[in-house]
């Protein structure tokens, strides 16, 4: 048996149902709105550029797997984010809410936070290390490190700027962060 691809309307129909639901699932598994939100949107975004082509009796399955796959995007960033994060958390004057850890790195000892010389002396040291470490990375698994991580794209918009699939940037992220964690552990820095 043939099945006929759907038409635009019957799309954005199903969607329309789903949408409601699907919200509900992402704020119960990632308990904030905004982001919850932003799932839904992804899911839905993925669901007409990979398979709005398909039947429509494909669908309901397809966008849970969807779904379900971004939820666990999400976590996986934010994870990832959050363990950089603190790391440099002690770099950043916690009275300047808009700093960015990436511009802590090239400030060196003008940044604030730097209080005691001997503070300066081991954040200065431990900065070096980090960004030898970002450094050492093959440029792929750099370039896709801070796309994601630092200036806080989505899969999709880092595939798109690297030229690359979504599964080469999941690739890419996951080694550089295993290779990052690596090295910092081996020199006796714990995240």
């Known amino acids: ?7 635009g309307p019957e799309l954005s129909a199903f969607l329309a149902s789903v949408e409601r639901r699907a919200f509900k699932q992402a704020m119960f598994a990632v308990r904030n709105h905004e982001t919850a939100l932003d799932i839904v949107q992804d899911a839905m975004m993925k669901l007409v550029e990979k ?9 309901p399955m397809l ?3 969807i779904l379900q796959n971004t939820i666990r995007d999400s976590f996986r960033r934010s994870k990832i984010r959050t ?4 790391l440099f958390s002690s770099f950043v ?6 700093s960015d850890p990436l511009d802590i790195i090239s400030a060196g000892s003008e940044a604030p936070g730097f209080s005691s010389p001997q503070r300066q002396l081991e954040q200065s040291r431990l900065l070096s290390v ?11 698994q750099r370039e896709a490190f801070v796309l994601r991580y630092w200036e806080e ?5 880092t595939a798109s700027v690297m030229g690359c699939s979504e599964g080469s940037v999941k690739t890419h992220c996951s080694r550089a962060t295993h290779t990052l964690a690596a090295a910092l552990k081996a020199k006796g820095i714990t995240l």
């Open 93 to 98: 004057d916690s009275d300047d809410e808009d």
């Open 1 to 7: 048996m043939k099945t006929i691809p759907a038409s």
């Open 153 to 157: 794209m989505g899969i999709s918009e």
């Open 130 to 140: 980090i960004e030898t470490e970002i450094e050492k990375l093959p440029a792929r």
């Open 51 to 59: 398979y709005g082509a398909h039947s429509s009796n494909e669908w």
């Open 83 to 86: 363990l950089w994060m603190t």
């Open 63 to 65: 966008f849970q797997r």
